[in-house]
């Protein structure tokens, strides 16, 4: 088995990090890794903002709900979806812009998470831990404003980079028989394999947190699909041009 | 720098495959790989289903505006955005079910892109190529019949894979300054920068396909945002259950 698979399969989630910096020559060099990725129609619909102002990362991180290390890691980023770049170039062929369908934000917003993941196994390759901060949606509106988004664009998620302070072990996944079907979706199996899998995490919780909550992954999942989660995306989202026509 | 940099810069998607199966420990190990990527809130909002039998694969081909490459990568599967197995446990755990939510589909959404892309950087590490077939959403609702998909799971692309029997260039991506930007969104520059790439691209476009159309990357792109692209998808994900709430 390729040593890339090896490195795939040893991803986890890096929230303290030591005070070495990025080298530039590196860092760029993750980006291209990032930009090499797929992308839908070539559109290219992804743009990163870099964000080194202490002042503004910690801004992020309350935005994001507290999340020391958007201000600790060696770089943090966020992630853009982006119809404006294209869209700029309507009025310039003289055609109409429509770009404001729930397509047109499928396309982007696939490209940013395209683009990203490529970046994460590049900087994992060499020795970086990751965070994605999907927080940064509780405050979208601030945080664009933070980073002067125009319409066209919106902030899908931030990333933290640097070197691991810690080695937090791996969090199992699904079972592959419950996330992989054939030839057409059924369920058949699934509530026993998730049984099980609900132990095995609950384990990993209670070991893991020493003494902590134990709680299973239907119970976790099901809160998440029990709320009104992040309601004002919506008006945001319609707000910044995406129209979900 | 990393072989793993190497390999992810060198990615082409690939539409021609030689006749070479994939083995099936093989191809468990890539779903594996694929998982092990990170997950929005521990969701693992997504199912892959896999797609053998040769009248299916032909019906999706043509459903995808006629990509013979469905029919005869080695494997072809379509990844799905899945609430449906989270939201099955709202009740068991007397939760209200409010999982439509703009959100709740910008995190599964997000979640098959990452598995995705980690399962396509896995197999591209063992020799194998791989296209994304975003042309399922010109027809998701024949698609989801044909894969029983039930409210709570949309199909968000295909992937084919299979060892490559064909050995295109890289497509050359737009400039690190315009997509990397430095603490606030601003286009300084892009457009000359924009304007040199257009040459690029143009003439990447009339090299490859010999004599061809050779047009630039602004052209293509404003074409796609100045059409209403995919204009049933919205209607089709409010009937699934998405309902951008």
Not at 36 to 42: G, I, K, P
Not at 177 to 198: F, T
Request: glycine fraction near 8%.
């Amino acid at each position: 088995m390729s040593s890339v698979i090896d490195l795939l399969k040893s991803h986890k989630s890096i929230r303290k990090f030591t005070g070495q910096k990025i080298e530039p020559e590196l860092f760029d060099i993750l980006i291209d890794a990032g930009q090499a990725a797929a992308t839908s129609s070539f559109l290219q619909g992804s743009t990163i903002v870099r964000i080194t102002d202490p002042r503004k990362r910690r801004e992020i991180a309350e935005f994001a709900g507290n999340q020391p290390y958007v201000e600790t890691a060696a770089e943090f980023m966020i992630f853009c979806a982006d119809l404006k770049r294209a869209g700029n170039y309507c009025e310039a062929y003289e055609k109409p812009f429509e770009g404001d369908f729930t397509e047109h934000f499928i396309i982007a917003t696939v490209d940013v998470a395209l683009m990203a993941q490529s970046l994460v196994t590049a900087a994992e390759s060499v020795g970086l831990g990751i965070c994605y901060i999907g927080g940064i949606r509780n405050n979208p509106g601030p945080v664009s404003e933070l980073l002067e988004l125009p319409k066209g664009v919106y902030p899908v998620f931030g990333l933290c980079l640097g070197y691991p302070d810690q080695d937090p072990e791996i969090k199992p996944r699904l079972p592959r028989s419950v996330i992989l079907k054939q030839e057409v979706y059924n369920e058949e199996g699934d509530p026993e394999a998730i049984a099980e899998y609900d132990d095995l995490i609950s384990e990993y919780y209670r070991t893991r947190t020493g003494g902590g909550h134990g709680i299973t992954w239907s119970e976790q999942v099901s809160t998440l699909l029990s709320e009104k989660s992040r309601p004002h995306m919506k008006k945001f989202l319609v707000e910044k041009g995406f129209k979900f026509r």
